[in-house]
């Protein structure tokens, strides 16, 4: 009988985290995913897996800290993984620039660790590195693989960091080490942080009387939006193509942030500027990346992948879900927003 595989997922409590251990439990891998110790237990993304794959050892939980190179060596020499996924990090751009030196230590020195310990422990290990649009910085679009990277943020420069990093044990030391490029990818499951997910959670809390406005930042940038669960399906690919390489992973459209107000306040047939505020200073940043539309031709061609969402679907997949969080559904909400525009 065929041996399952057994894949290691740094960040599996993240968006990208939970939804890639969906996709691995179905192809029948054994699962571990290495936490970091929160005050409040944060699992409730992955909560639905563990009811069904924890008693049947199928999806293992450990906890870890990204920055104590023990921890996450004692983990490689005692299960020997054949993938290990790198999902964790400082994923929020904005806040990393108040936070650089820990962005840093998470998004690039993490990354050392854990390919040295690859190196010392268990060479065979295929491992993936979640790098990011954000990278290009200030490139202009379309970014590809050959594109430079100029990073706007200590975010940007952490992940060029640990891209290098990535690159450098495959060349010098032979590792199966493959970065992922991805361009923004969105879902229900996004942190309430992020641009998209604030505007559909927040349009929500106004429908249900909880908030008045929404308060943004700068709306003119524009980003390639896919959803995480196209994105995590070629993350599994890149580590399942023959050799290591670097992949971008894109949509190849490109819309502003207002694009994405008005695409989501039309479900409900409400006029946006009704309910947003903008260039609040509390969500600029001191140096923006102003837009990223991806060229992903390369792994089309090579992997055969591609995105099966659009934007709009993206939208309404968020907005639906967290309307249902507040106890409404379409029908309802549209009454409200009715009598919200009569106001
Ligand atoms: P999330 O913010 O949803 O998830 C990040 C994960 O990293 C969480 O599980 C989080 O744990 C974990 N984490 C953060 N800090 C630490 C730490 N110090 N120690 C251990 N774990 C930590 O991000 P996404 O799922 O959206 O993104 C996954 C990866 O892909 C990230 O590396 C991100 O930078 C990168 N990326 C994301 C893109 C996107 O558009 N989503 C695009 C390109 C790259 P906890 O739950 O405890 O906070
Ligand atoms: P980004 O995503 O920085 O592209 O990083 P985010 O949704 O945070 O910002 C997108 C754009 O929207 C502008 N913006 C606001 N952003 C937030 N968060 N909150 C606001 O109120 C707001 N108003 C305007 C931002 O300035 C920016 O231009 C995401 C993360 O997932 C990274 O981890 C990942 O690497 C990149 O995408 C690709």
């Not at 751009?93 to 840093?104: H, K, P």
């Not at 459209?253 to 107000?261: L, P, R």
């Not at 695409?263 to 047939?269: A, G, N, S, T």
Request: charged share 25%.
């Amino acid at each position: 009988m065929k041996k399952n595989k057994v894949a290691f997922i740094t960040g599996i409590t993240g968006q990208d985290g939970s939804y890639l251990a969906e996709l691995l439990l179905k192809k029948n891998y054994i699962i571990h995913g290495l936490l970091r110790r929160t005050s409040i237990l944060n699992i409730e993304r992955i909560q639905d897996i563990i009811n069904k794959y924890e008693k049947i050892g199928k999806l293992n939980l450990h906890y870890m800290d990204l920055t104590d190179t023990s921890s996450i060596s004692n983990l490689i020499i005692k299960y020997k993984p054949h993938e290990f996924y790198n999902l964790a990090s400082m994923s929020h751009v904005g806040i990393s620039f108040y936070t650089g030196e820990a962005t840093l230590n998470i998004n690039t020195l993490a990354t050392y660790r854990i390919l040295e310990s690859i190196l010392k422990n268990h060479k065979k290990c295929k491992f993936y590195q979640a790098s990011s649009s954000e990278m290009f910085g200030s490139t202009p679009p379309p970014q590809n693989e050959k594109s430079s990277f100029n990073p706007q943020s200590p975010y940007g420069i952490s992940k060029v960091s640990a891209f290098h990093i990535t690159k450098y044990f495959r060349q010098a030391h032979g590792l199966f080490a493959s970065n992922g490029i991805l361009f923004n990818h969105e879902s229900p499951r996004r942190g309430l942080n992020f641009v998209t997910r604030k505007i559909t959670h927040s349009l929500a809390r106004i429908l249900s009387g909880h908030e008045k406005k929404i308060h943004l930042g700068d709306i003119s940038t524009r980003r390639d939006w896919g959803h995480s669960k196209d994105y995590v399906r070629g993350i599994w690919m890149i580590l399942q193509y023959k050799k290591p390489e670097d992949f971008v992973l894109s949509t190849g459209k490109n819309y502003s942030i207002e694009d994405f107000i008005k695409k989501v306040f039309k479900i409900l047939d409400l006029n946006w500027k009704d309910f947003v505020t903008t260039n609040n200073k509390n969500f600029l940043r001191p140096s923006e990346v102003r837009s990223l539309q991806g060229d992903s031709s390369k792994a089309r061609k090579l992997l055969k992948w591609k995105p099966e969402y659009d934007l709009n679907a993206l939208c309404r997949e968020m907005l639906l879900n967290d309307l249902k969080l507040y106890g409404m559904n379409l029908e309802e909400a549209k009454k409200i927003a009715k009598k919200l525009s009569k106001n």
